[in-house]
């Protein structure tokens, strides 16, 4: 050990702590809190073994995001981080349909405001005039908005885990 | 051995016994269910968690604990919480739209002659879209 203290892992599970301690570099000995919290839910074993499959770049960040989950789960027992999933892609299918509906209005609006401008001149009739049938068309593309706004429902929280992207929320 | 023996006492290789905390949740017919918990979690503290949860809520449990252990599996550096970080970007995207959006619908309701005499002076100007969206901004 070489003297230096050991990591909230070997501490809380009573042991040496190894200079090459798998979890020494992610729980420092001043947070055991995060080690307690992570070993509670998955279990020392589970994240060591979760751990020496990943490259060593990539051990913060899934350390990050075990303690997260683990947290989730201890605040809400019953659904951990789906409960968050599912709120948050609510969220989402309610900002996009006040979001259609949004656009929808400011369509209407800018037709109103197109069809009271004076005649072109003549030059440009002929292009301003495909212009004008065509906003006037857009009323067709109002009323698909408006089915849009309507149909769009909250997506299922199953997702398909291939889908995920890797972000991170800690840089 | 037992053939009425759950998925997790068949993975643990053990009598499933008649009050099994994992039987109700675990149904023999699904052992990939299971044992992606189990990789994850660990059956000590699944049962743990059960336990300490009223029955009723126990199935709504086993299913979340299941999905967050598939996340896992397919991610295991960022697990559901990748997902959650996406729903996050794609919320503060959406509301951003949103905010312009309504913002253009009062400066065109409080000024309809300014933006009438713009789309005089510019149709067909392709530098007019660029100062339009830059009012809002």
Not at chain 1, 10 to 26: E, G, H, N, Q
Not at chain 1, 83 to 89: P, T
Not at chain 2, 70 to 75: L, N
Request: net charge positive; hydrophobic share 35%; glycine share 4%.
């Amino acid at each position: 050990m070489g003297g230096s203290s050991p990591c909230a892992s070997c501490k809380l599970l009573r042991r040496r702590c190894a200079k090459d301690c798998i979890f020494a570099p992610y729980f420092p000995s001043d947070d055991p809190h995060k080690f307690a919290i992570v070993h509670r839910v998955f279990g020392a074993s589970n994240v060591s073994k979760m751990l020496q499959e990943l490259p060593v770049q990539q051990r913060a960040d899934a350390v990050n995001s075990l303690v997260y989950e683990a947290n989730a789960r201890v605040r809400d027992p019953v659904y951990g981080c789906v409960g968050a999933i599912s709120y948050l892609e609510n969220q989402v299918s309610q900002l996009q349909m006040q979001l259609a509906v949004a656009q929808t209005e400011m369509l209407c609006i800018r037709m109103q405001q197109e069809s009271a401008l004076p005649m072109p001149m003549p030059t440009q009739m002929q292009q301003d005039d495909k212009s004008f049938l065509a906003a006037t068309n857009n009323l067709d593309n109002i009323s698909q908005y408006l089915n849009f706004a309507s149909s769009s429902s909250s997506s299922n929280v199953i997702q398909d885990p291939s889908a995920l992207k890797r972000e991170s929320l800690w840089t | 051995m037992n053939p009425g023996r759950c998925a997790a006492c068949r993975y643990l290789r053990r009598r499933c016994p008649p009050d099994c905390i994992f039987s109700p949740y675990f149904p023999p017919n699904n052992p990939q269910r299971f044992a992606s918990i189990h990789r994850i979690y660990g059956a000590s503290n699944v049962a743990k968690l059960l336990q300490q949860l009223p029955s009723h809520l126990r199935t709504q449990a086993a299913d979340s604990l299941y999905l967050e252990a598939q996340y896992r599996i397919e991610d295991p550096v960022y697990g559901c919480v990748g997902l959650i970080s996406l729903l996050q970007q794609q919320i503060h995207d959406v509301e951003r739209q949103l905010a312009m959006t309504q913002a253009e619908i009062a400066f065109r309701a409080r000024h309809p002659q300014a933006v009438e005499s713009n789309l005089l002076n510019n149709v067909g100007n392709p530098s007019f879209s660029n100062q339009a969206s830059s009012w809002f901004m």
